[in-house]
Structure formats: structure tokens, C-alpha cells
């Protein structure tokens, strides 16, 4: 029998029965459902709106249903729809009729809007944990390369030396703003729906400031029928989502290349990596690969909410229901990816000698042999044109900038001296660049701070 069947004259088809029914997913929140509900039946006691004696009683059964469900000795019902009638539903089976009063001066719009709000503020919180512990991750071997050079890439191609501190904390910058992003949506989400009702709030004197005090909410919605009808904040948190997922799949993308036997930058520990059940010399990046896949499937999720929600009347429609499964799957796949790839990258080994050579091999310091000219005098563009030159004699010679000979360099330009080799000294590049955000030494010591220190504030 249904919560709502006094209206009606047929039981509902049984397919429909089944279509309508959210409980295999929306159970999830079956805690937040409840501790909203003990909110609510506490309010109305305290209000007057039903007796204290009945608020109590209701308070102490749904206490008892939180402790079943989670011990495994309440089972929910594809019958009773979803996660709010079917807490109800196991509610007066228990106490009765006083069980029929909790649902005074409420709907489940906002009910749900309230669960949904209080859940992914849960999983926000476990969100920006994990995010801590990869960037203390990238601090953790930041510090242990700041002095390992190796060559910076644009269009993948060697560009410029800097170090592998400097390149992974570029990571930690972006994973920061994730952070920063997460914290945003929190204040977002963390507003009180309930006492929306329907759409139209309710008659009944409640007081909605004492359930968002109950519930820890710092503020209640002040529209009834926006308080039920937008998901904006769903939308948010997918959207955040996919940016964090975008920074690791980037970073995904290049573990991947380093870990090949053509770059050769890094070796994955065994427990991070997996073989192939044909070719026995395979050790294949899995984890960084699939968390590069799982970036589309956030994406797509993200694209599922925005499109669900793009031409929806005012107030609540059946169509807000799809917003769960997009959201716990983007949220669980998030979760995953940033668990596993924290250990991944942790335990990963960087391969210094590799990176150096790489970097020797690339002409990284052509802009830097065109800086010592211009410190000794010559306009840029025309010692950018001497370094393309020479660069070009190297090619034609096999040889690197450092190999040639003062009497090769002068060849070309006679303003070469001695001192041209500690200019165009590899770590002499990278530790002459200490403008901030650069990549010396003291640059990158400062940016491991910032790290340390954002590290320390939201712990
Ligand atoms: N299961 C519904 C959802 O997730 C709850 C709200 C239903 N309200 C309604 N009037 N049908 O959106």
C-alpha cells in the first residue's frame, strides 16, 4: 500500500512501480534522511506542532532504525519508492500512528533537498581530505627533488630546464584550486531547505533556524520554491569534480609517457602497476590509465546533470531524481581515483640520471646561451637568431651547446668568451631563475612552503 494512495482507485503497474522507484540508489543517504527527520520531529515537539512526548518517541525510534540499518537488520522496500517513504513506512510500522506525524509540515521535495544537500556535504569533507593528502604527497618528493634537472616541454617538445620539484608542484598549485573550488561549493550547499514544503513553505508555526541549528546549517534557504526546485549546487560539485579529475588525468597522462621505456623519467612500484597475460616483458601503467578514463565518465555525469536540468518548470519535477546517479558516481569514481593515484605517485621512483640526459639532449639552454649576449650587449632578437644557428650547427654535428669549442662559438659571434659555459650550465638555468613562481632553488623552497603551509591551515 502506498503513502500516497488516497487518491487514487488502481494499485500502480507494477513496471511503473519499479521505474519510480530511487531506493537502490537513493538509500545511500539513508543517515542523512534520518538525522534530518529527528531535526524535524524535534522541532515540531519544541514548536508545539505535535506533543513533546510524541516528538521523543519518534526521535528514539528513528535512532533505533539508524542503528538496524546500519548493523545490517533493516532491509528497505522497492515498494515504498525511495529513501524517505520508506524510512517513514518503517517508522509506523513500529511505533504506529505516532509515526504518521513526523511528516507534519514537510514534503519530500524538501526533504530531499535537504538529504541531498547534507550528503554531499559529507562526501565533500572526504573529497578535500584525500585532495590533502595527494598534495602532501607532492611536497613529500618536491623536497626530495629540488636540485633533480630535467627539461620543461611545450608542444612536447625539450623547451627549457627546470627541476621535477618545480614541475610536480605546478600540480599542487592546481590541486589547491581544487581545493579552493570544493571549499566554495561547501558554502554553497551548506544552506537549509526544510520548511519549503512542497513549493509553497507550510501554515504551521515552525522554526526552520532551529532545525538548521540542529543540522549545523550556518543558513536556511530564503525562497520556498527555490529552496526546492534548484540543484545548482549539485551541478557545482560535478563541475568541480571534473576540473580535479582534468588536473589528474593530465597528471595521469604524463606518468604514463615517463614511465615508457622512450622517456623513461619514472618507475611505477610493482603494486602500482600490472602485467600483460601475453606479452611477459609488460609492465603497464593501469592505474594512471584508468584514472585518465575515469576523467570522461565525470565529464559525462557533469554533462548528464546540466542536461537534466537545462529546461525544468519551477518547482520540483520527477526528472530531479536522475541527479543522484550522476552525482554518486562521479563523487565514488573521484574518490577512487584520488586514493589510488596518492599511492601510485608516492610510491613511484624518479629517475634523476634519465631526466638529466633527456634534458642535456634538447638545446634547453639555447634561450640562455641568447641571454648571455644579450647581458653582454646584443639586442634579443638578434642573439635569439646566433643561438638558432649554432643550434643548427650542433644538429648538423652531433654535438651539444656545451661541446663547442670558443673558437666554434666565436665562428659565428665574436662576443663569446670562457664565461659562456657557466651561463649555459644546466643547473646554472634552472638556479637563475629565482623570480617567484620560477624554478631555482629558492623559488621552489618557497613554493614547498606555500604547499607546507595550506597544508597546515586546513588540516
Ligand atoms: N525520490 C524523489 C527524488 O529523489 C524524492 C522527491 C519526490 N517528490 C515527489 N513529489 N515525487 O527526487
Known sequence: MKLWQGRFKKDVDSRVNDFNSSISFDGRMYRQDITGSIAHATMLGECGIIEKSESDKIVAALTEILSDIEDGKQEFSVDAEDIHMNIETILTSRIGDTGKRLHTARSRNDQVALDIR?????????????????????????????????????????????????YILAYAQMLMRDYDRLCDTERRTAVMPLGSGALASTTYPINRERVAELLGFPKVTENSIDGVSDRDFVLELSSDLSLLMMHMSRFSEEIILWCSSEFG????????????????????????????????????????????????????????????????????????CLEVFTSMFATMTVRADRLRRAAAQGFINATDLADYLVKKGMPFRDAYKVSGTLVAYCIDNSKTLEELSVSELRDVCEIFDEDVYEAIDLMNCVNGRKVRGGPAKESVLYQIEIVDRFLEENK
Request: glycine residues 4%; aromatic residues 8%; hydrophobic residues 45%.
Open 118 to 166: 547534507m550528503y554531499l556535504l559529507d562526501e565533500i569533507k572526504v573529497i578535500k581530505k584525500r585532495v590533502l593528502e595527494l598534495l602532501a604527497a607532492i611536497s613529500d618528493k618536491a623536497k626530495l627533488h629540488t636540485d633533480t634537472v630535467m627539461a620543461g616541454y611545450t608542444h612536447l617538445q625539450r623547451a627549457q630546464p627546470v627541476t621535477f620539484a618545480h
Open 265 to 336: 623519467f619514472i618507475e611505477l612500484d610493482d603494486a602500482f602497476s600490472t602485467g600483460s597475460s601475453i606479452m611477459p616483458q609488460k609492465k603497464n601503467p593501469d592505474v594512471a590509465e584508468l584514472v585518465r578514463g575515469k576523467t570522461g565518465r565525470v565529464y559525462g555525469d557533469m554533462m548528464a546533470l546540466y542536461s537534466m536540468m537545462k529546461s525544468l518548470p519551477l518547482a520540483y519535477n520527477k526528472d530531479m531524481q536522475e541527479d543522484k546517479e550522476a552525482i554518486f558516481d562521479a563523487i565514488d569514481n573521484t574518490l577512487i
